[in-house]
């Protein structure tokens, strides 16, 4: 088990889940400016091994070697309206389609669990449900808490031409990515810019690491109204990242409800932040490898 608390001795930088944290608008404007992330916090890292110590410069190799899966756990300090406490997080390594991310699991002081479910196992892009009528947005893996309304999800799918024409990714913007990503999302048949008119682009921006751009954006998707539904509760509030890797966007998706934001968005915050394309293994399976193929 790897535990991360506060400390000068280690900058963020050097942790592959945890650099380039971000900063998210809580304000729902929706415009695009951008903002200065907060200034990153320290963590120092020990592990539950037979070295008593660990040289602070280490890669994914070394957490492979500590034997990094499911069961790693994570303690954060948090804020938000939960108070400023500590939270642990476990992470999900998907070495399929190779990415990873680390997503909340308790809050100590506050005896509090997160109650999630998995419900899509992670899966071949091409086997994967569709989120679109033309099948090219698929989510390839789904968790979700229904006690507290939290979903994360990834979902794989080519580039939309329609608001990415450059081959060099380097030159996408991340409204461009955003976009992107939003106009495939949708399980009606409509057109892109009627399923974009779903969606409200709150704020994006882009970070390179790795020597890799990962675009990330926050957004509301409006719902239709109801008689037991009240205002608050008429759109979710998502933050999501996106990265490229042949040819095609993985991209993360947490999302909660709009009256929960204050409560749980810092915690989603963190989950979006720590989403990582991973070098692929042997059981990595491409996007375009039999795309016909749907079992």
Known sequence: MVIFSPSPSLSTTNHPFLTHHLCFRNQTRATLDHKKCRKHEKFQICACASKPTLENEFCRRDLVLFGLSSSLSVVFPSSGSLAEEELKMASLIDDINAYSYLYPVELPSKKFIFKWVESRKPERYSSAAPLSPDARLRIVSERV?????????????????????????????????????????????????????????????????????????EYLVRKSPTKSAQEPNLYRHYVASTAERDGYLYSLNASTLGKQWNKMGPFLEKTVASFRLNPPTENYVPPYKDPWRFW
């Open 145 to 217: 808490d229904i006690i507290d309304n939290l979903i994360i999800s990834i979902s794989i799918g080519p580039p939309n031409s329609q608001f990415i024409k450059a081959k060099d990714k380097r030159t996408w913007t991340a409204k461009d990515v955003a976009d992107s990503v939003l106009s495939d999302k949708s399980a009606l048949r409509v057109t892109s810019s009627q399923r974009m008119a779903e969606s409200s682009v709150l704020d994006a921006h882009s970070s390179e690491i790795d020597g890799e751009p990962y675009w990330y954006y």
